[in-house]
């Protein structure tokens, strides 16, 4: 596509959002510089003769050719970055407000870090696009009966858990015998988890998008050779 007379040393470096009026009704804040129309998304243009810098609306900045997939991409990235900044604020909100504690049953619970089964079903139901039950493999602890941190990777002979205390486990193949695994103190197990999705912003590079695992919803939790899983309980005194 060609550009319009005068425009063609013109690149699209970035986009920026640009809102008038109130926090209740907003407004176009911007001003397209080739056609004046009142835009609140708006593409920022270098000529690359005089270096002068001007914003157009994303209408115009494709009818004149200019490739502005990748800023689109970006401003994407960048909102869900900001709503993954806004839901971790929300959870040390809701975790440093702990002294006047929510009822369970409610989002500020289960974001305080409440796994009970009533605060699971609300955040499921409340914030269905970032949380989800989905079976996985995990490495359970068998001192704590807990997840622990582990990650799979690829190795000369096949593909191995990397625990974070630096405990390696066969992963693939499976070992035949449990006490290949149980003996250095973790199963694998493979059952329903709660998940956590969303784009996690990495410095220096383009957002990542990332499942967590925040825990396994089942009972009793059963290792893939199928023997039950202790979850042993420490109860405060008099409990
Ligand atoms: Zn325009
Ligand atoms: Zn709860
Ligand atoms: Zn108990």
């Excluded at 975790?95 to 605060?119: D, K, M, N, W």
């Excluded at 784009?199 to 695992?213: K, S």
């Amino acid at each position: 596509m060609s550009m319009t007379p005068g425009l063609e040393h013109y690149v699209a470096v970035r986009m920026t959002e640009r809102w008038g009026g109130t926090a209740d009704v907003r407004v176009p804040g911007g001003n397209c510089w080739h056609c004046g129309t009142a835009i609140a998304y708006c593409v920022e243009i270098q000529s690359s003769v005089t270096g002068e810098r001007h914003e157009i609306g994303t209408t115009c900045a494709e009818k004149l050719g200019l490739d502005i997939a990748q800023i689109k991409q970006r401003m994407a990235e960048k909102r869900a970055a900001e709503r993954w900044h806004a839901t971790r604020r929300q959870r040390h909100e809701a975790a440093s407000a702990a002294p006047i504690e929510q009822p369970h049953g409610t989002v500020r619970r289960f974001l305080a870090g409440c796994y009970c089964l009533p605060c699971i079903d609300v955040a499921l139901t409340a914030k269905s696009n970032e949380y989800a039950v989905a079976t996985k493999s995990v490495i359970i602890d068998l001192a704590t009966g807990q997840p622990a941190r582990a990650t799979i990777v690829d190795t000369r002979y096949g593909q191995s858990w990397r625990i974070d205390d630096g405990t390696w486990l066969t992963a693939h193949p499976r070992p035949k015998r449990r006490s290949t695994h149980a003996a250095k103190g973790y199963v694998e197990a493979e059952v329903p988890c709660l998940i956590r999705y969303g784009w996690r912003p990495v410095r220096g590079e383009p957002a990542r998008y990332t499942e967590t695992m925040l825990c396994p919803l089942a009972s009793p939790l059963h290792d893939v050779w199928g023997t039950p899983i202790r979850r042993p309980v420490e109860h405060p005194s008099g409990s």
